[in-house]
């Protein structure tokens, strides 16, 4: 039997199998035995194509900056493209919750992820900020993007409103006005964020001012 016309195994593929354990099972799940396992080859094949468990990470890492959409950073109106960047930015990490521990605190090589920040920190300069002040802003853009992706406000309380009234009422109040506005628990989280995210955009127009 010849050849196949195409190899089994190529980087992106593996960058993709990869991304789904992390997915599905955590990046603690992610070794490269339990990939070879995935794609139904050998743990060896995997080297001829990423040499060590850090260089699959940073093709994970390139594969999920890839799909952060800085298309809103050219906006000539600097709240609304800051905006539409950071709610992407967000929904590419709900989409991949597990990825933000495995990659919140590693090196920015990725080529996608460095032009993605020079176009974030570029705005904030058009919109008046100093090269200082716009560091601070994509750090403060950073903490609220990522935090509200791996944390569930919401979630964490599993009783009924009504329940924590005896001991705890101003919580059950919150809790009952938040049911009220509608949309569970992902309802309230989004408008967490978003209360967050128009509070530094206010920020920003403070400092620009």
Partial sequence: ???????????ERIALAALQVVDEEGPDGLTMRALAERLGVKAASLYNHVPSKDALVDTVSGLVNDEIDHAPLSDPDWRAGLAGYARGYRAVF??????????????VE????????DALLALLGRAGLD????????????????GSAVETFAAGFTREPGAYRPQYPALADALEGSAARGGGPAGLDDRGFELGLGLLLDGV????A
């Fill in 110 to 117: 990725a080529d996608s992820a460095l032009r993605g920040y």
């Fill in 205 to 208: 127009e403070r400092r620009t």
């Fill in 94 to 107: 709900l989409r991949h919750p597990n990825a933000v521990s495995l990659l919140a605190r590693r090196r």
């Fill in 1 to 11: 039997m010849g050849r196949p016309s195409r190899a089994l195994l190529t980087r």
């Fill in 131 to 146: 090269p200082a002040d716009a560091a601070e802003v994509a750090a403060a853009i950073d903490y609220l993007v990522l």
